[in-house]
């Protein structure tokens, strides 16, 4: 019924319908957020999206007001979906599954990737971005320039990835502990510039790029 508002998806652009709205709160409903649906929205700051699994393509692509993402059972992040969302501080990763390429590149404010469900990250998620601190025990893999120029980057704790492919962590300088004990391959470039990393031990290593484990 319309008093339930029972919408599932909000689909499309909003062809400039919420442009100077701030705060957007969803009905519990809605599961997915559709491609370009907010994309743009120059004043949008906080969303409030408790039933949300899914955040689509470019979502809220270049949203430079926006701070935060409120609901904790997204599990599905679109490329592109946060790209160019300069001040985002806060959204919640712990039941997040997948993050597409892109998503979450030049987000200079999102500090942290914390999440025990998360196993499936395209290149160049995070690249450029503000993240301190990646804790993803259920990751396998850490996919070509993911964490491509996160100068901030500190800590890893990926104790099940096997590979990390080419520039996953170049430029990342203040990189100075990484978890990663089952790490069988590392790809061309994976540490290049990081010159805080004194100490690599990957006993499982097997298989490595040129520079691969060059850290300046």
């Given amino acids: 019924s319309a008093d339930r508002m029972d919408i599932m998806e909000i689909k499309g ?9 701030e705060f957007i709160v969803l009905p519990e409903s809605v ?3 559709g491609e370009k649906a907010f ?21 809220f692509m270049l949203c430079e007001s926006l701070e935060s993402i409120e609901g904790n059972n997204i599990k599905n992040i679109g490329s592109y979906a946060f790209y160019g969302c300069p001040v985002l ?3 919640d990763f712990s039941k997040a599954e997948k993050i597409e390429s892109c998503a979450f590149e030049s987000a200079l404010s999102i500090t ?9 990250v395209s290149g160049t998620a995070f690249r450029e971005s503000g993240i301190r601190i990646v804790d993803v025990p259920n990751m396998k893999k850490i996919d070509v320039s993911t964490f491509y120029g996160c100068e901030l980057l500190e800590k890893v704790n990926a104790p099940l990835v096997t590979a990390i492919n080419n520039d996953a962590f170049n ?15 590392v790809g061309r470039y994976s540490f290049l510039n990081c010159s805080s990393l004194e100490e690599i031990n ?5 298989d490595f790029g040129g520079l691969g484990l060059e850290t300046s």
Avoid at 13 to 21: I, M, R, Y
Avoid at 51 to 59: H, L, N
Avoid at 173 to 180: D, G, K, T, V
Avoid at 202 to 206: E, H, M, N
Wanted: hydrophobic share 35%; net charge negative.
């Fill in 171 to 185: 430029g990342c300088s203040a990189l100075i502990e990484i978890n990663a004990e089952n790490l069988e391959s």
């Fill in 13 to 21: 652009e909003t062809d400039g319908s919420v442009e100077t709205v």
């Fill in 112 to 120: 942290s990737v914390v999440s025990d469900t998360l196993s499936d």
């Fill in 202 to 206: 990957f006993p499982k290593l097997k």
């Fill in 89 to 91: 501080k806060y959204i």
């Fill in 39 to 59: 994309a743009e929205s120059e004043k949008l700051r906080q969303v409030r999206a408790t039933g949300v699994e899914t955040i689509d393509t470019s979502a």
């Fill in 31 to 33: 599961k997915i957020i």
